[in-house]
């Protein structure tokens, strides 16, 4: 069984920083490109940041660009989402995804986790 568990969600004030984690179990890390997506109320969820399945590759969303920063460990099956300068239009719930695939993608995630609150306060 697949496992993705984000942690690292709360409260933070605009400008300030936050890293979200995910630790995955039941499937191969290394063979999965990883992402991150967000759901804010009302909207629809919404890609945010990618990494390939070696870490060498990136894809950022143009609104989080400069700002947040993805990265994996795939010995720890982990991923990460430093998040910095935050701001009150990035509060959503955020939600680790493992595609079956090398590259970094925005689309076609077979894996979800449940999900992390941030809530950034202006």
């Known amino acids: 069984q697949v496992n993705l568990v984000e942690s690292g969600g709360g409260l933070v004030q605009a400008g300030g920083s936050l890293t979200l984690s995910c630790a995955a179990s039941g499937l191969m890390f290394s063979h999965y490109a990883m992402g991150w997506f967000r759901q804010s109320p009302g909207k629809e969820r919404e890609f945010v940041a990618a990494?390939?399945?070696?870490?060498?590759?990136?894809d950022y969303a143009d609104s989080v660009k400069g700002r947040f920063t993805i990265s994996r460990d795939n010995a720890k099956k982990t991923v990460s989402l430093q998040m910095n300068s935050l701001k009150p239009e990035d509060t959503a719930v955020y939600y680790c995804?493992?595609?079956?695939?090398?590259?970094?993608?925005?689309?076609?995630?077979?894996?979800w986790g449940q999900g992390a609150l941030v809530t950034v306060s202006p």
């Open positions: 995804a493992a595609d079956f695939n090398f590259a970094a993608s925005r689309t076609g995630y077979d894996y």
């Open positions: 990494i390939s399945r070696s870490g060498g590759s990136t």
